[in-house]
């Protein structure tokens, strides 16, 4: 069974940084694609970044290109968002999840696995 256990969360100042972390466990995760989600109040939840954990290709939205960075620690099944010149609109509780690997381009993937969220606040 697939578990996501995402940490690192919490509030921040505009232009601050944090760094996300999604423990993976129950599957070999060679074989899967890896993103980050977000979803603020009221909101639809939005794809983030999405990264093949085989070969380290990654993508992302438009709205977090250049300031986020998607990665993976294979020896410690954990995927990482670093996010840097936070704003106020990326508030939002943000989840990891993961797809079987298909082949596919990296934004055309729905994910089957999902893990409970984690809080990130930013302050003007």
């Known amino acids: 069974q697939v578990q996501l256990v995402e940490s690192g969360g919490g509030l921040v100042q505009a232009g601050g940084s944090l760094r996300l972390s999604c423990a993976a466990s129950?599957?070999?995760?060679?074989?899967?694609?890896m993103a980050w989600f977000r979803q603020g109040s009221g909101e639809k939840r939005a794809f983030v970044a999405a990264?093949?954990?085989?070969?380290?290709?990654?993508y992302y939205a438009d709205s977090v290109k250049g300031r986020f960075i998607i990665s993976r620690d294979n020896a410690k099944n954990t995927v990482y968002l670093q996010m840097n010149s936070l704003k106020p609109e990326d508030t939002a509780v943000y989840y990891c999840?993961?797809?079987?690997?298909?082949?596919?381009?990296?934004?055309?993937?729905?994910?089957?696995?999902w893990g409970q969220g984690t809080q990130v606040t930013v302050s003007s």
């Open positions: 999840a993961a797809s079987v690997d298909y082949g596919l381009e990296l934004g055309r993937y729905e994910y089957d696995y």
């Open positions: 129950g599957r070999t995760f060679s074989s899967y694609i």
């Open positions: 990264i093949s954990w085989s070969s380290g290709n990654t």
